[in-house]
């Protein structure tokens, strides 16, 4: 198919309307997979535990500072890890990944960028769990039984973010390590082999 200027504009101003052109045809993959796995899993357990952890007794909103603090260091981490995945490859790397089209339609550096913006977006999603958990929970006590239902559905819901978060934080650790792996292998192919081999 020949290249057309014009669809590539019409493909960018689409991929500008960032839930239904990037979150939306992903969504799928992104619950279900392992990190999705993880924090139901995580967030099932947890449950089952924390009525007889000693944290129990602590005010929900102590736990949310917890939350705030970690939600602030993974932001940090998935900005300069978007940063660093931007600056690293190069100019002409980074054209030959904006051209390289993957399963899904979008270019490798789509891709990568959107791993970071995932991640990233869900660290929010856990400032805006610990602000709601500490307005309508304050001073309650975390996990102290007998607790009503709704008590257990916010605890189970703040957990699942969390766990979530947290896999994402993973994810963009592990998008960095393989990147970094790429522009390794891509260099050492680049180069002539030494004289005598």
């Not at 909103?61 to 490859?89: H, K, Q, T, W, Y």
């Not at 990233?120 to 039984?145: K, M, N, R, Y």
């Amino acid at each position: 198919m020949p290249y057309s200027l014009d669809d590539e504009k019409q493909k960018a101003n689409a991929d500008l309307a960032i839930v239904r052109h990037q979150v939306l045809p992903r969504l799928r993959k992104l619950m279900i997979s392992w990190s999705g796995l993880f924090a139901l899993a995580a967030t099932g357990a947890l449950l089952l535990m924390v009525p007889l952890l000693p944290a129990a007794r602590l005010e929900i909103r102590e736990v949310a500072n917890l939350g705030f603090n970690f939600a602030s260091i993974a932001m940090g981490a998935c900005l300069s890890a978007l940063v660093l995945s931007l600056g690293l490859p190069g100019a002409s790397r980074l054209r030959t990944w904006a051209t390289l089209d993957a399963p899904n339609g979008k270019s490798r550096l789509s891709n990568l960028v959107f791993s970071f913006f995932w991640a990233g977006s869900c660290q929010l999603l856990v400032i805006l769990t610990c602000i709601l958990a500490t307005l309508f929970g304050g001073d309650q006590s975390l996990a102290e039984l007998p607790m009503p239902l709704t008590h257990w559905a916010g605890l189970g819901l703040g957990f699942f973010v969390f766990f979530y978060a947290l896999s994402q934080l993973y994810i963009v650790l592990q998008t960095l390590v393989q990147t970094g792996v790429v522009i390794i292998f891509e260099e050492r192919i680049s180069q002539p082999p030494p004289p005598g081999e």
